[in-house]
C-alpha cells in the first residue's frame, strides 16, 4: 500500500534552533515529492518540490532532500522564527499512482520567543 | 491575482441539505483535484480530473458528485448532506508532463454541517 508517514507529528523549539523534520514513503517509485506549509485555518502553501531525479532544493532558509532508496525526505529550517509556527506536510506523487498524489499526516511546528 | 480560487469559503447548512462549492484555476492548468481535510487535518484525495476526464474517484460516496465543464474549472455538487460531511475541502491544480506535476490550492471552502 502506498503511504506516507511523518515524524514527529508535533515539535516544539526555542527560536534560533536549526530543525529537521521528516518524511517516509513506502514506495521508492516515486515522480516527485513537496512539502507544504499550512497556517491554522488556511490553504496550503508550497515551500519545496523535488523531483525523482533530485537530491535535495533550496529555498532562503529551507532546504529539503530526497533519498528514495530508503524512502525519506526531510526538510532543514536553519535559524527557525516564530513565523516559521505552522503544520508542515510532505505529499508524495507515486510513478504508479500519478493522479493520486498522497499527504502525509503533517508535524505540527511551534517555535517559541 | 489568484491561481486557484474557490467559492464559497465558508457554507453552513443543514442535514440533508444539497450544495455546491466551485474552483477555478487560472494557471493554465490540465489537471484538477478535490481534496478533504477532516477534523483531525488529514488531507485525502477525493476526485482528480484531466482534461475534464474523471481519473481518480477515490470510494467516495455517490451524494458527490464533481464536475468539469472545462479544464480550467472544477466544482464539487453534494446531495443529501450528512453530519460526517463536515470538513474543509480544498481544490487544487498541476500540470501533467516532464519535470512538473507541482500542486497549487486554493484557500478551502470550509463546510458545516448541522
Known amino acids: 500500500k502506498q503511504e506516507v508517514t511523518q515524524i514527529p507529528a508535533a515539535l516544539s523549539v526555542p527560536e534560533g534552533e536549526n530543525l529537521v523534520l521528516n518524511c517516509s514513503f513506502t514506495?521508492?517509485?516515486?515522480?516527485?515529492l513537496q512539502w507544504f506549509r499550512q497556517d491554522p485555518g488556511k490553504g496550503l502553501t508550497s515551500l519545496l518540490l523535488i523531483q525523482s531525479s533530485q537530491r535535495e532544493q533550496t529555498s532562503g532558509r529551507l532546504n529539503a532532500s530526497l533519498d528514495k532508496s530508503s524512502g525519506r525526505s526531510t526538510l532543514y529550517i536553519a535559524a527557525s522564527q516564530p513565523g516559521d509556527s505552522a503544520t508542515y506536510l510532505c505529499a508524495v506523487r507515486y510513478s504508479t499512482s500519478y493522479d493520486k498524489v498522497i499527504f502525509g499526516p503533517g508535524t505540527s511546528l511551534s517555535v517559541i520567543p | 491575482d489568484t491561481a486557484v480560487s474557490q467559492t464559497p469559503k465558508y457554507l453552513v447548512t443543514q442535514m440533508g441539505n444539497d450544495k455546491s462549492i466551485k474552483c477555478e484555476q487560472n494557471l493554465g492548468h490540465d489537471t484538477m483535484y478535490w481534496y478533504k481535510q477532516d477534523s483531525k487535518k488529514f488531507l485525502k484525495i477525493m476526485f482528480s480530473y484531466n482534461n475534464k476526464e474523471l481519473i481518480i474517484n477515490e470510494t467516495v460516496p455517490n451524494r458527490f458528485s464533481p464536475k468539469s465543464p472545462d479544464k480550467a474549472h472544477l466544482n464539487l455538487h453534494i446531495n443529501s448532506l450528512e453530519l460526517g460531511d463536515s470538513a474543509v475541502y480544498f481544490c487544487a491544480s498541476s500540470k501533467r508532463g516532464l519535470y512538473t506535476g507541482e500542486l497549487f490550492f486554493g484557500e478551502g471552502s470550509r463546510l458545516t454541517v448541522l
Open positions: 514506495d521508492s517509485a516515486i515522480y516527485n
